[in-house]
């Protein structure tokens, strides 16, 4: 019997090496019947020509500005033609058993909709960086179930979570019900959004983990740098304070959300820009912060959003 087609679409922007690498775990897979997809975000570093002459399989999604990462996704989603799409981003290294795993989990039970890998530290290679994750509706704090943690075999049942940030599996139906990625996040947030309204609309959203790959962050970096923020770039850093609201905004209920913004949100403000002071980080990182941080605010009051140009 034929396998059910699988479309892998990795999103990039200027990581020309991180893609090549990617794209050789990605071919080294042992699942008989995919397809992979390039939406590449207007790459100035020679990106799509390395892949066209490395990989001539590969389908090229090219945008002709950068799209965000949502929008990526949105772009190189409307060339897939599998029954399942598996989203990827480009700083990973996947093994060989990934797609395997990841479909045999997904057709378990027709009600699964998104399946997420175990994921681990690019440096660490037994290190836990994501075994599930759960976000307090509270606080708007997101956990990475496990992060940190030497893999014993601690965290080997399939369970439920709410969404994955990476990489994720998911079945045609889930992609026509929720009609792509919302754009509103540019980046940031788009994933953890994508899987709530998959739950919200009825499907499961399971951890496999038995499905592995390796993420290009540090333990290190991860804990005791800017990164630990979230933040690699100032764009990061504008749309993870903007979107932080707008995700509690459309998800919360309306009374987490009035005391997210009384409580959580000033709190928040004010320690991230002393962890960002104390990390080093300064003006490149405390700037974006801060306009993202009002932007979010009227759009909290106002429900009118400001799509910052200066961070595309």
């Known amino acids: 019997m034929v396998k059910k087609l699988v479309s892998v679409v990795i999103t990039t922007r200027n990581r020309k090496k991180d893609v090549l690498a990617c794209l050789s775990s990605v071919y080294a897979n042992d699942y008989p019947n995919s397809e992979v997809i390039l939406a590449d975000n207007a790459s100035t570093d020679g990106t799509t020509e390395a892949v066209r002459e490395k990989y001539s399989k590969v389908k090229l999604a090219v945008a002709k ?135 919200e609309n009825g499907f499961k959203v399971l951890f496999c983990p038995t499905a592995k790959l390796w993420h290009r962050l540090g333990k290190e970096e991860n804990s005791k740098t800017i990164r630990s923020l979230g933040y690699n770039l100032p764009m990061r850093a504008y749309y993870f304070a903007r979107n932080r609201v707008i995700f509690m905004k459309k998800h919360a209920s309306r009374k987490n959300f009035i005391f997210f913004m009384i409580v959580f949100f000033p709190l928040f403000t004010f320690y991230f820009i002393a962890k960002i002071i104390f990390l080093g980080a300064n003006w490149k990182f405390l700037k974006p912060h801060l306009q993202g941080t009002w932007d979010g605010l009227l759009f909290a009051v106002t429900g009118v959003l400001n799509q910052n140009r200066d961070y595309r």
């Open 65 to 199: 500005e950068n799209l965000g990462l949502n929008g990526g996704k949105n772009l190189g989603q409307k060339l897939a033609k599998g029954d399942y799409i598996f989203f990827l981003d480009s700083d990973t290294m996947v093994d060989k058993k990934l797609l395997t795993e990841l479909i045999k989990t997904a057709e378990t039970e027709e009600k699964v909709g998104i399946v997420c890998p175990k994921m681990y530290f690019f440096d660490q290679k037994n290190v836990i960086w994501y075994a599930g994750t759960y976000v307090n509706m509270f606080t708007s704090q997101t956990f990475n179930i496990g992060c940190d943690e030497e893999d014993n075999g601690q965290y080997d049942q399939v369970r439920e979570t709410q969404f994955a940030p990476t990489a994720y599996l998911a079945k045609r139906s889930v992609i026509n019900k929720l009609k792509g990625h919302d754009e509103t996040f540019f980046m940031t947030y788009g994933d953890t959004d994508f899987g709530f309204r998959a739950r």
